[in-house]
């Protein structure tokens, strides 16, 4: 097998990959390891993969290699992720503002972070991954609905948590 095929059909989805492994990693060294972990199995299995969508598999290898290594440390997650996917600095020049928005980026991922896990997984397939209910379902082997339960209660509870750290819808 050549690797064109391969990096053409999964590169595009690369940010998306490493959007969902910072947030279920606990830094940036072992999110970029879920990453690779993630192209390497998605590689080896890439010939069987057929023509279905591409990203939604590529997520699905990415949560199954999370969860993997979740349990062989046997810890929960620890987001740390800058809620900003490209990972670029704030466009804003104005230093107070700068540190007021990391604030509230702290306290965003602290609540989601304290998120049961099955709340936390739909927030980032759906909100962070940009996956439809439908993809995120069949990622985690639920019905739609249940999905779309999962994502309305984390969200609820994710305001819940923010505005508990102090911001309030806004502000």
Known sequence: MTDQPFLEATLPHLDVVWSIAR???????AAEDLVQETYARAWRGFAGQGAGEVRAWLVAICLNVCRSELRR??????VVADLDATGDRPASDDVAEAAVAA????????????????????????????LTAREAAEIERVPRGT?????HRGRR??????????LRRGT
């Not at 999905?147 to 994502?151: K, T």
């Open 23 to 29: 947030r279920m990693a606990s830094d940036a060294a």
């Open 73 to 78: 440390t046997m810890r929960l997650p620890r």
């Open 103 to 130: 604030l509230e980026r702290d306290a965003v991922v602290r609540a989601l972070a304290d998120l049961p896990a099955h709340h936390r997984r739909a927030i980032v397939l759906v909100d962070v991954g940009g």
């Open 147 to 151: 999905m779309l339960a999962r994502v």
């Open 157 to 166: 509870q994710l305001a819940a948590l923010v505005e508990r750290e102090g």
